[in-house]
């Protein structure tokens, strides 16, 4: 079990540091062969500007998974602290929602770029891969808003970042 419960707290994390190093690195080295060496990589603010989608996608489900979204604590201030529990089942429902809406346009969209064989201009990998960023982030998205849902319905505090009961 600890397995599974390590890699339920960083498997977002994991990926989303890989990416952000690697983006790093790529663009530091673009650099150095641009201004330093005079030849530039072609190839590398492609690359860099891909990773970056991908390191959005997953740090949305991040994001969802530590409570690090924006909050907007209004109704809750003026209902009193009972009412925390009702509003966050409302919004976790609206994230639901949105990642529903996002996954049902999404991977149709996702699934025409890869039947055209779309590559990318300097890379030439596939371009379906690229866009395969949405739907993954949506899909990851959702299941954490589903984890976090369940976790309220057991009664088990937040992960991180700041619980709407602490803003009041």
């Not at 409570?67 to 925390?84: C, Q, T």
């Not at 300097?122 to 998205?141: D, N, R």
Request: glycine share 6%.
């Amino acid at each position: 079990m600890k397995i599974v419960d390590l890699f339920d707290r960083n498997f977002e994390k994991s990926i989303v540091t890989v990416i952000l190093v690697a983006t790093s690195l790529i663009l530091v080295v673009q650099v150095f062969m641009r201004y330093v060496l005079g030849s530039p990589l072609v190839w590398a603010e492609e690359l860099a500007r891909y990773l970056l989608v991908w390191c959005t996608m997953i740090g949305t489900s991040l994001a969802v998974r530590e409570s690090r979204h924006i909050v907007v604590d209004f109704a809750p201030v003026v209902f009193g602290a009972r009412s925390v529990g009702l509003f966050s089942v409302l919004s976790h429902i609206g994230v639901l929602i949105f990642c529903g809406v996002i996954l049902y346009y999404a991977i149709p969209f996702v699934e025409r770029v890869r039947a055209l064989g779309q590559l990318s201009p300097t890379l030439e990998i596939p371009m379906w891969l690229v866009y395969a960023a949405l739907p993954v982030g949506a899909a990851a998205s959702a299941l954490r808003t589903l984890q976090a849902m369940w976790l309220l319905h057991r009664g088990v505090p937040v992960p991180a970042g700041q619980n709407a009961e602490e803003s009041l």
